[in-house]
């Protein structure tokens, strides 16, 4: 059931401006932010079911509060903040440890962190370039026009997943389509939910095969390890494997697109990359900075009465930490809205802060650096084949990116 809004605080929440706001102008971000930078940095807004929120707009107070034990991130609360009706739902059925306070929290999650060190993640480095080569070699034997997400974006994340969690490769449009389906903003609570539990039902029959045919793969690790000792229960795997690999499709496929579409649009900061390549870590950094793919989370709710930035925050009030906008934060980066291969940005947000700081960071950043600068040496007359205006992008998710982005060389 949906929370109630308290009665006491309806007149004055009713006249809050209504969030999420619409990212809708390509790369530019919604002007609410740059008002609350301003004059509001942590600013007053109305969910859908009128519950009071609170957006973090600047870098220090992201941090400050991701770190917080006054506020919780547990999904599970009946006040925790959500972006739609549909999100509540999915939020309550949520059970994996992005939804989860510690002690809980690195209870499961230190069940999987040592599938994603940096040893490891860096030994998949030449797996990941010849998966890239591949599909550059396919992109180039079919020609010109391409529509980059379906040919690259979509496949190169889909098979790293399958190469390292053990996801059969032929599944990879069901599990994206399951991972749209929950992080849509205009799916019926009915349609989200569906979407949400698909996906877990499909890791519940990939677990079975594992535990009867283990592989060399993550899944069957995790398994051997921890279900079948007893640390871990099937179900509770289910949960965190549908976590793993929504993450693992979605967010990567949108970077690639949008990347490849940000560097199109800054030739001059395309060829700085060209003639210094080393400069591929950094300019990884400031494409998770600019762009931002993760709209409206971290979030947390107030435990407590609590001041943040001079902002009188009430026990059961929503928090939105705002990626997007704290990693535009003059403050914290100069020239924030300017796309800089050159600038520092490695204490960019786009994957968290504190103990949900994305497991998963590691990978997303090898792939990121192997697949543009193979894509731009492979094609270097590469560009757009409509008009930018014609291109959609993802307005209508809480995971920003492309739909479609077609090229030629």
């Given amino acids: 059931m949906p929370i109630e809004a308290k009665p006491a605080a309806l007149d004055e929440t009713d006249r809050l401006p209504l ?8 790369f530019t971000l919604p002007p609410q932010y740059a008002e ?3 004059g509001c940095p942590v600013m007053p807004v109305r969910l859908w079911n009128d519950q009071k929120a609170w957006l973090l707009t600047k870098h220090a107070d992201f941090c400050s509060v991701l770190v917080d034990p006054r506020f919780s991130g547990e999904f599970a609360r009946p006040d925790f903040p959500c972006v739609t009706e549909a999100r509540y739902g999915i939020d ?5 440890f992005v939804g989860m306070d510690n002690p809980q929290h690195d209870h499961y999650r230190r069940m999987l962190t040592k599938e994603f060190t940096a040893k490891r993640m860096m030994a998949l480095t030449p797996q990941i370039e010849a998966i890239t080569d591949d599909l550059l070699d396919a992109i180039e ?3 010109p026009p391409t529509d980059l997400v379906a040919a690259l974006a979509v496949e190169m994340p889909a098979l790293v997943m399958c190469a390292l969690f053990g996801s059969p490769y032929e599944d990879h449009t069901y599990i994206a389509k399951c991972a749209s389906g929950r992080h849509g903003l205009s799916q019926s609570p009915e349609t989200a939910a569906k979407s949400a539990a698909d996906l877990v039902e499909y890791c519940r029959q990939l677990i079975a095969k594992k535990e009867a045919q283990p592989a060399d793969d993550m899944l069957s690790r995790v398994i051997q390890e921890h279900v079948l000792t007893g640390a871990l229960s099937r179900e509770d795997l289910a949960d965190m494997c549908s976590m793993i690999l929504r993450a693992g499709h979605d967010t990567t496929t949108n970077m690639i697109g949008l990347g490849t579409l940000l560097f199109l649009q800054h030739p001059e900061q395309l060829a700085r990359l060209k003639a210094e ?3 591929i870590g950094g300019a990884v950094d400031e494409l998770l900075r600019y762009l931002s793919p993760v709209q409206f989370a971290p979030r947390r709710v107030a435990l407590e009465d609590a001041e943040v930035n001079g902002a009188a925050i009430r026990k059961g009030d929503g928090i939105f930490a705002i990626n997007a906008a704290a990693n535009r934060d003059e403050a914290e980066f100069a020239n924030p809205h300017e796309f800089d291969i050159g600038r520092d940005a490695s204490n960019h947000l786009a994957f968290g802060y504190g103990i949900h700081r994305c497991l998963g960071q590691g990978l997303a950043r090898i792939e990121l650096q192997v697949v543009f600068p193979k894509l731009f040496a492979r094609f270097p007359k590469l560009r757009l084949a409509e008009p930018l205006e014609t291109v959609p992008f993802k307005y209508d998710s809480q995971i920003y990116g492309l739909y479609k982005l077609p090229l030629t060389w």
């Fill in 36 to 38: 609350a930078h301003a």
């Fill in 141 to 143: 034997r079919k020609g």
């Fill in 19 to 26: 969030f999420p706001f619409s990212r809708d102008r390509q």
């Fill in 92 to 96: 309550k059925a949520e059970r994996a």
């Fill in 277 to 279: 390549p080393d400069l």
